[in-house]
């Protein structure tokens, strides 16, 4: 089982739709966990942490379920803009300072 | 105002010949990271800085050197650059202390092996 898994997409959605990502993660022990935006030959960019309690950003709304191990984005009334590739991050447990990530969801938000 | 800066954003080198990539950061942080991406893969992780501590992925080529020789700046030296190394390098930052381990990104530079 990969470290990081993510369903690779394409997402294709229509503007205005609600899309949703979900990654799932492998080590119990991990604290940290992000949400990432790449643009097509651009850099990542933080697009949220994930808090234990759930946390919201505008349209972008961040789950993490420890039991069941793996942490969702939701992204409400999508705008051509949010077409990108999003990235799932994790921390490795016992080296705060490492990053895992997923090979990302690929969403295409179409006129 | 651009607070991690890597330069140049394309490199063009030849099969063999040394290249150096840089890295400058104006946050102050401890952590310093190269990751090599490429096309429809995840940033993968060559090795970091902690202050001057380094540490090296297991799986990262011999061919991939490094050096921090202040907090500011961090170089990537590749010293005989194959077919196979051309790639997006991206170097990163974070604070690196507790739970804060967000990391914040250069735009990249962009390696053409030709």
């Known amino acids: 089982r990969k470290e990081v898994e993510q369903d690779p997409g394409p997402f294709n959605v229509p503007e205005g739709a609600t899309v949703a990502f979900n990654c799932t993660y492998s080590n119990s022990a991990s604290q940290s966990f992000f949400w990432y935006r790449q643009d097509c030959r651009k850099e990542p960019k933080l697009l949220m942490s994930?808090?234990?309690?759930?946390n919201e950003d505008g349209r972008f709304t961040a789950q993490l379920n420890r039991a069941s191990q793996y942490i969702s984005l939701l992204i409400r009334d999508s705008k051509l803009s949010d077409s990108a590739t999003y990235l799932c991050?994790?921390?490795?447990?016992?080296?705060?300072?490492?990053?895992?990530w997923g090979l990302g969801t690929s969403l295409a938000v179409n006129p | 105002d651009a607070m991690v800066i890597q330069n140049p954003r394309y490199q063009v080198t030849q099969f063999g010949k040394p290249v150096t990539l840089s890295c400058s950061q104006t946050?102050?942080?401890?952590?310093m990271y190269w990751y090599q991406q490429k096309s429809s893969q995840a940033p993968k992780l060559l090795f970091h800085?902690?202050?001057?501590?380094?540490?090296n992925e297991a799986d990262t080529p011999d061919n991939f050197q490094s050096r921090r020789p202040n907090t500011s700046f961090c170089f990537l030296d590749i010293r005989s650059p194959g077919l196979g190394d051309a790639a997006m390098y991206l170097c990163a930052t974070s604070r690196g202390t507790g739970l804060d381990t967000e990391a914040f990104f250069g735009q990249g530079t962009r390696l053409t092996v030709v």
């Open positions: 991050v994790v921390n490795s447990p016992g080296n705060n300072r490492k990053l895992i």
């Open positions: 800085y902690y202050d001057k501590d380094f540490n």
């Open positions: 994930v808090y234990s309690s759930g």
């Open positions: 946050l102050n942080h401890n952590v």
